[in-house]
């Protein structure tokens, strides 16, 4: 239990994947214009991340490792699954509930290139992806929870940085700094205060 | 009107630039923009792929079906982002380790998949050689800029394949530079100052 709960906090606040790992800055500064498609982009990566990481990992773990190609072959592999899983999620969610599915809009086929999925299922079963001296080699469970923190450490910052952005919209800041010159300048401080908990519960 | 082949070359430089233009590939541009040893890895890696890419694509473009054609785009793509990986590896391990999940991590750079939907897919090979060519310069000019700032600013000196090339002697570098924020804030800095250079030009 102790254990789930470090490699949560880990991925949620520690190694956040904006602002102290720098994956998924596209979306990231693309999406966070406004406050509802900024929860709508963070619902959808939720989601589809975690499917990612569980088919990933059974991909690896089943059929990549035994036959002994994962080596080479993961990357094909990996983000074919995401694709495919990606057009799966988005007719099922056009089936079930229409309404969800305009409220996601285009960033369920975005999220396809959004690379915090293809980083976050690949660390948590590929021994040494994110630092060569890491060895995730993570159970099933410990690497679903490992996917949801990523997740909701995405979902944290992304909303936490439209409110933000709202608010710069109407500051008084020189002419050629506004929009993303001055998003970064923000970006940036947001991610010093993130190194803050570096080191918390020696993790 | 027909747009020239010198002029899709020269748009992914300045105009379109991918970093400071369209806005995309941010991720492994500030990561990996702390050292110019790095930088210039990682800008050949990506140009490799990107204009591989790019000429596949436009030499395969009308055999794809409309409806898959992005699942083609990314086995294209994952393909030669393999071969960059195992070369890497095999060569150049230090730069390898150093740029470590950047270089799997070009299959979803945006630059790549985006180049291949808006241009490669629609344009024939010669000019997507021409594009990839620009984009990559433009992605490169911005990243060994970023990389000198970092580099100077937070250690000092510059240090790229075993050679000192610049040393500031008696000067006390900032960290911060260094560190992650200094990556959100260079880039902010330096976007901002192309702009002022740019409002000013116009």
């Known amino acids: 239990m102790e254990r789930l709960f470090l490699i949560f906090l880990a991925a949620f606040l520690i190694n956040n994947i904006l602002l102290i790992r720098f994956i998924a800055l596209c979306s990231f500064f693309g999406v966070s214009t406004n406050f509802e498609t900024s929860i709508g982009m963070s619902m959808a990566v939720v989601f589809v991340m975690t499917m990612a990481s569980a088919v990933c990992w059974g991909v690896w773990r089943f059929v990549l490792e035994p036959m002994g190609v994962g080596e080479f072959l993961y990357i094909p592999a990996f983000i074919l699954v995401i694709a495919a899983l990606v057009q799966f999620v988005e007719m099922v969610i056009k089936k079930v509930s229409p309404t969800l599915f305009k409220a996601m809009g285009i960033y369920l086929p975005l999220i396809t290139t959004n690379c915090a999925v293809l980083a976050a299922a690949t660390e948590s079963v590929k021994p040494g992806f994110w630092k060569l001296s890491l060895q995730y080699n993570y159970t099933l469970g410990e690497s679903l929870v490992h996917t949801v923190g990523v997740a909701l450490g995405y979902s944290l910052v992304i909303i936490m940085f439209a409110a933000m952005r709202e608010r710069i919209t109407i500051a008084p800041i020189p002419r050629s700094m506004r929009g993303f010159p001055i998003s970064f300048i923000a970006a940036g401080l947001s991610s010093l205060a993130f190194l803050g908990f570096k080191g918390l519960f020696g993790i | ?202």
């Not at chain 2, 790095?38 to 409309?66: E, G, Q, T, W, Y």
């Not at chain 2, 960059?84 to 999940?101: H, S, W």
């Not at chain 2, 050689?129 to 990559?136: E, N, V």
């Not at chain 2, 510059?158 to 900032?174: C, D, H, M, Q, R």
Request: proline share 3%.
């Open chain 2, 1 to 202: 009107m027909q747009r020239s082949i010198w002029h899709d070359f020269k748009i992914g430089i300045i105009e379109e630039n991918p970093l400071f233009g369209l806005m995309i590939g941010l991720c492994s541009a500030l990561a990996v923009s702390t050292k110019v040893e790095n930088a210039i890895f990682m800008s050949a890696a990506a140009s490799f792929v990107l204009i591989c890419s790019n000429i596949l694509i436009s030499m395969i473009r009308k055999l794809i079906f409309d409806e898959i054609r992005i699942p083609i785009f990314i086995v294209v793509i994952a393909s030669f982002v393999t071969i960059v990986d195992l070369t890497m590896k095999a060569f150049f391990p230090v730069g390898y380790a150093a740029l470590g999940v950047w270089i799997p991590l070009i299959v979803v750079n945006c630059i790549i998949l985006g180049r291949a939907e808006a241009f490669a897919y629609t344009h024939g090979v010669v000019r997507s050689i021409a594009d990839g060519i620009g984009m990559s310069l433009g992605y490169t000019f911005v990243l060994l800029a970023m990389a000198i700032v970092r580099e100077l600013g937070g250690t000092g000196e510059i240090v790229a394949f075993n050679a000192t090339l610049i040393s500031l002697k008696g000067f006390n570098p900032p960290q911060l530079l260094q560190s992650f924020p200094g990556a959100f804030l260079t880039f902010g800095l330096l976007m901002g100052l192309l702009r002022k250079i740019q409002g000013r030009a116009q």
